[in-house]
Antibody, heavy 124, light 113 residues
Framework: QLQLQESGPGLVEPSETLSLTCTVS??????????WGWIRQPPGKGLEWLGT???????YDNPSLKSRLSLSIDTSKNQFSLRLSSVTAADTAVYFC????????????????WGQGALVTVSS | DVVMTQSPLSLPVTPGAPASISCRSS???????????LDWYLQKPGQSPQLLIY???NRASGVPDRFSGGGSGTDFTLKISRVEAEDVGIYYC??????????FGQGTRLEIK
């Protein structure tokens, strides 16, 4: 059964860079024709899509993040990663990684497997 | 951005009774390929969201058949034919017809009476 696990620092200082890694295990290689996404949820609030990466390295990201987001993939480790620069308290959230059925510059759908989420707090 | 509006925001339901959640989008989610780019997710208390329905009406693997999705264009509905205690949580719709980003509805909290 496919498993995704987020890892990274739980506390980041304002103006610094938030970095998280998602490790994929349990029967699916990251290079299987799949897309891998990041979604976050501020405490007590709803869901916000951050971006998606294809195993080829092609990325799609949410313009609201104003170029602060960087996504990468390491096929040798079956991992994909997120870096969010110049963070503020507004970036405090639970960050989820997920396997996505399909994504392009015009259409995306189906986050069909999710990690358990990692709480990242931005504070000095 | 495409704005997704769900109603109601809170839905108390008696076990065994049906339930319905509406999701409306500010732009049509019907692509020229005939698919509606609208998914439904359930986030149970303390858990990650889980996929229920994708492309408007396709039930995800392992999802009970009491869940069904319908609608087209800008109006969509998630229906539960007979609510069970395990259905408690927050339901989100999500649009994937990027203009310019994937967006979610604000969520509908289903609770058992």
């Amino acid at each position: 059964q496919l498993q995704l696990q987020e890892s990274g620092p739980g506390l980041v200082e304002p103006s610094e860079t938030l970095s998280l890694t998602c490790t994929v295990s349990g029967g699916s290689h990251i290079t299987d024709p799949s897309f891998w996404g990041w979604i976050r949820q501020p405490p007590g609030k709803g869901l916000e899509w951050l971006g998606t990466i294809h195993y080829s390295g092609t990325t799609y990201d949410n313009p609201s993040l104003k170029s602060r987001l960087s996504l990468s993939i390491d096929t040798s480790k079956n991992q994909f990663s997120l870096r969010l620069s110049s963070v503020t308290a507004a970036d405090t959230a639970v960050y989820f990684c997920a396997k996505q059925g399909y994504c392009s510059s015009t259409t995306c759908y189906r986050f069909d497997s999710w990690g358990q989420g990692a709480l990242v707090t931005v504070s000095s | 951005d495409v704005v997704m509006t769900q109603s109601p925001l809170s839905l108390p339901v008696t076990p065994g009774a049906p339930a319905s959640i509406s999701c409306r989008s500010s732009q049509s989610l019907l692509h020229s390929n005939g698919y509606n780019y609208l998914d439904w997710y359930l986030q149970k208390p303390g858990q990650s969201p889980q996929l229920l329905i994708y492309l408007g009406s396709n039930r995800a693997s392992g999802v009970p058949d009491r869940f069904s999705g319908g609608g087209s264009g800008t109006d969509f509905t998630l229906k539960i034919s007979r609510v069970e205690a395990e259905d408690v949580g927050i339901y989100y719709c999500m649009q994937g017809l990027q203009t310019p980003a994937i967006t979610f509805g604000q969520g509908t909290r289903l609770e058992i009476k």
